[in-house]
């Protein structure tokens, strides 16, 4: 890359964060009210996010072949005790990460 691409590449990427933190700001100020379709997509896209992401995590869990899908019923299922006993989203999907991950490096660790 030459300097010239480089402060171009750099540039585009400070232009694209300034608009994205900034926007919001632009298009919502704080002496008129939300409009009902952004709030309605505030209280529904988290959710339909985190819905995304359990079914493209467990697309390739293959029940009939050794480990049966173990390691991700076990994430899964502490993913959603830590949200029912924290309603954490970032939290339950740490812990259902960090166990997901512990089990796969020493219980079903490939022989």
Request: with cysteine.
């Amino acid at each position: 890359m030459t300097t010239l691409q480089m402060a171009v590449t750099i540039g585009v990427c400070v232009l694209g964060t300034i608009i994205t933190r900034f926007l919001p700001y632009v298009l919502f100020p704080g002496n008129r009210p939300i409009p009902a379709y952004v709030q309605y997509l505030g209280k529904v896209l988290g959710p339909a996010v985190f819905g995304l992401l359990v079914v493209y995590c467990l697309r390739h869990v293959n029940l009939a072949a050794w480990p049966y899908g173990i390691p991700e019923g076990a994430a899964l299922l502490v993913t959603w005790a830590t949200f029912m006993w924290r309603r954490s989203m970032m939290l339950s999907m740490a812990a259902g990460t960090a166990v997901y991950m512990a089990l796969v490096q020493t219980v079903f660790a490939a022989v």
